[in-house]
């Protein structure tokens, strides 16, 4: 990994913040990035049926969501690799600039096709985007400093999932689903002329020792990619397709996953194993409920689109303010933090059990996922912090790009997972619960496991 050449300008004795002369523009630029990817993925859900219905493939629908999140997936081991290996310096430029390619091919498809070819863009630029981004938080920013720029990157999120679905609907109704992609290029550009002096200022990356040999990394990033595409299209296909095309992507997946995640994950070994573990077992327990909780609400409960979105904007808040709150307490130990996390993400799915059981009231839920949200801003800020702290200098891309490869694969796997309840259970009043006591599991499964993330010494 690279080093920061030069010193960082200050009072004498006093560490300068990030939002420092010299840190700002930083700052500044890796919020753009995190807020790019984040309006983008908010705006691109809300205008796709309008996408479909304009380009013709309705029976195509899923893929823009399975091509992107393969692609991410490869993105983000080739990005750690990549990283580790020669520093994020180019990383930081190539991937937005990719990122905005596939913006850009996107906005102007006219055909399902060159729809497909812009995600797949997007999809790369944003999977290493993803790691460089934690790469260069690791190489600008001292460690008491990182709780505050992963409580930024955390409130990075709540604007667009505040304003992105509305906004994406008033361009496509008003002007064209076009410019739902188009729009952010703008953004592409800001956040590079921001990044560039940081970048400017890395060093040449730090001799690293010989690790495995690239192409067979490469093929697992590839087997990962691929089987990840290919569960998410098994969950949605329950039948014989389904089953097999299902099988295949597993016998891809797992010894991809045994190559790329550090070993001893799936027993959260102490350590770092234990960290990543943490990473995919808080993106599953939380990210996937978040997927269904509208739909809980509205044909369970006969709430209104607009009012079903309340306690995923009460959650936001409360993820943003917890965030917040624990960057101004660098020194408390975040292994106790992540389990506390874990214990109120936990305590909002048991209180939304009965309420997608249809045995308490839908306004339960905006109480209790908004004590899931302020679980949410506490954990995921800790294990972020926790995956540098464990990291040395040449393993914090690949380590950073293990973790977000197990948060792609729960996520996948468990919205998978609803979408099959769904459909073997045809009631969302029995299928939600039966998915809320399998993520609460998880949950109390990164409580029980917290400790083994305490820092040595």
């Given amino acids: 990994m690279s080093r920061v050449v030069g010193t960082v300008g200050g009072r004498a004795g006093q560490e300068p913040g990030v939002w420092s002369a010299d840190r700002a523009p930083t700052t500044v630029g890796i919020l753009l990035l995190i807020s790019l990817t984040a309006f983008e993925a908010m705006g691109v859900g809300t205008a796709m049926p309008e996408i479909v219905a304009d380009l013709g493939g309705v029976t195509l629908y899923a893929w823009p969501f399975v091509l992107f999140l393969a692609a991410a997936v490869f993105g983000t081991v080739a990005g750690g690799r990549w990283c580790d290996a020669r520093g994020p310096r180019v990383a930081l430029v190539v991937a937005p600039v990719v990122f905005g390619a596939g913006l850009l091919v996107a906005g102007s498809a006219e055909a399902m096709g060159t729809l497909l070819a812009g995600r797949v863009l997007q999809g790369l630029g944003a999977g290493v985007q993803g790691v460089a981004v934690y790469v260069l938080v690791a190489e600008v920013y001292p460690a008491r400093l990182r709780p505050a720029v992963f409580g930024l990157i955390s409130s990075a999120w709540v604007l667009p999932s505040l304003v992105g679905p509305p906004l994406a609907a008033v361009v496509t109704e008003r002007f064209s689903w076009h410019w739902v992609f188009l729009g952010l290029l703008p953004v592409v550009g800001s956040a590079l002329v921001l990044v560039l002096p940081a970048v400017r200022r890395l060093g040449p ?68 194993p234990a960290v990543v573990a943490a990473r995919g077992l808080v993106a599953g327990a939380f990210l996937s409920v978040v997927s269904f909780l509208p739909l809980i609400l509205t044909a369970t409960h006969g709430w209104s689109l607009s009012a079903a979105g309340i306690p995923l904007i009460v959650a936001s808040l409360g993820w943003s303010a917890a965030a917040a709150w624990q960057g101004r307490h660098p020194d408390r130990d975040r292994s106790a933090m ?80 609803g979408g099959a309840l769904l459909v073997l259970l045809a009631s969302p009043a029995v299928a939600m619960p039966v998915l809320l006591g399998a993520v609460a599991v998880l949950a109390l499964t990164g409580a029980a496991t917290a400790s083994r993330t305490r820092l040595p010494g």
Avoid at 222 to 245: I, P, Q
Avoid at 344 to 354: D, E, F, N, R, T
Avoid at 389 to 405: K, N, R, T
Wanted: proline share 8%; aromatic share 6%; hydrophobic share 55%.
């Fill in 205 to 272: 990356p730090a001799p690293r020792p010989p690790g495995p040999a690239g192409t067979p990394t490469v093929l697992a990033a590839a087997g990962a990619a691929l089987g990840v595409a290919g569960l998410s299209w098994a969950f949605e296909n329950v039948d014989v397709h389904g089953a097999v095309v299902g099988t295949v992507a597993l016998v891809l997946l797992v010894p991809s996953l045994r190559r790329l995640l550090p070993r001893g994950t799936f027993t959260a070994r102490p350590g770092i």
């Fill in 338 to 417: 992540l389990r506390a996390g874990f214990v109120m993400i936990a305590v909002g799915q048991v209180g939304l059990l009965p309420v997608a059981a249809g045995w308490l009231p839908g306004w339960v839920a905006v109480v209790a996922w908004g004590c899931a949200g302020l679980g949410m801003g506490v954990a995921f800020s800790a294990v972020a912090y926790l995956t540098l702290a464990h990291s040395a200098p040449a393993d914090v891309g690949g380590h950073s790009s293990a973790a977000q490869l197990l948060d792609q694969l729960a996520n996948a796997s468990f919205v998978g997972l």
